[in-house]
Structures are given as structure tokens and as C-alpha cells.
């Protein structure tokens, strides 16, 4: 907002300042709540998302492709662990949800459906230099 001459009041509930970009500890595990990686349409140049990110870094920032499996969830019971290996891809991620969790197969088709409802309606025009139209 301030890029586009608005004045722009940041304020800060934490005695730390950078709202999700710090880390802490809780019962002896500790949370990084920052970035860690933007899924699906930023590497898409007509997605609403790419465009803010290009606009407020003045496109500073180069994208790179995650690997395939990105993320773990890890979950122990007792001395049991048990992984659920997060791939990139809607298809690929759809896939392994539903087979984890075929009961939960209603919920995991409605989730998708509105995701791909909201990608479809955050997508932008551009003109020929790239900019939003």
C-alpha cells in the first residue's frame, strides 16, 4: 500500500517484531512460522499471487521449483512414527490424501473443488509488458 502512496500503520501484538517470520518453543519442540515455500500458482505470471509478489519485491524475487516430495508430517504414537510425504502438485497431493484417508473422501474432494474455484477466480489479465490490466 505504501508502494502506491497509501499511508500505511504497522502494528505488532508480539514483543518481537515480524508477526509470522520468527521462531519459538512450546513443550520443548520449536515452530518456525515463516515462510517455508508458496505452492501452485506463483510460478504462474497471471496469478494474482505472482503478481503481488512481483509488484511489492519489484520482482526481486526468483522462484525456484520445489523437489517433488517437499514436506514430511511426522507423527508418533508412543515409539511408533508414521510419515505422510507431502508431493508437489494438486493431482499428485489429491492422490495421497485420498488414499491416507479414504474415509475422509467427501472432505478432501470439496477442499479441492473450492481450491481450484479460488485459483480460477484470482487469476489476471495482462498486457504485453506484464503488467495487470
Known amino acids: 500500500m505504501a508502494k502506491a ?23 520443548g519442540y520449536e515452530f518456525d512460522t515463516g515462510l517455508h515455500y508458496i505452492g501452485g500458482m ?5 496469478s494474482l499471487l ?3 509478489f512481483d509488484y511489492i519485491t519489484d ?3 526468483e522462484w525456484e521449483q520445489m523437489d517433488n516430495t517437499y514436506d514430511i508430517a511426522v507423527t508418533r504414537s508412543g515409539t ?5 510425504r507431502i508431493r508437489s502438485g ?10 491416507r484417508f479414504p474415509d475422509e473422501a467427501n472432505a478432501i474432494e ?4 473450492m481450491v481450484d474455484w479460488a485459483i480460477n477466480v ?3 489479465s495482462q498486457d504485453s509488458n506484464g503488467s495487470a490490466i
Open 5 to 27: 502512496g497509501k499511508k500505511v500503520l504497522v502494528l505488532e501484538q508480539h514483543d518481537v517484531a515480524g508477526g509470522n517470520t520468527h521462531t519459538f518453543e512450546e513443550n
Open 42 to 46: 506463483v510460478g504462474d505470471k497471471r
Open 50 to 52: 505472482r503478481f503481488l
Open 59 to 61: 520482482n526481486g524475487v
Open 80 to 84: 511408533e512414527r508414521e510419515e505422510f
Open 90 to 99: 494438486f493431482k499428485e497431493y489429491k492422490s495421497d490424501l485420498l488414499n
Open 110 to 113: 470439496t477442499y479441492f473443488k
Open 122 to 124: 484470482t487469476i489476471v
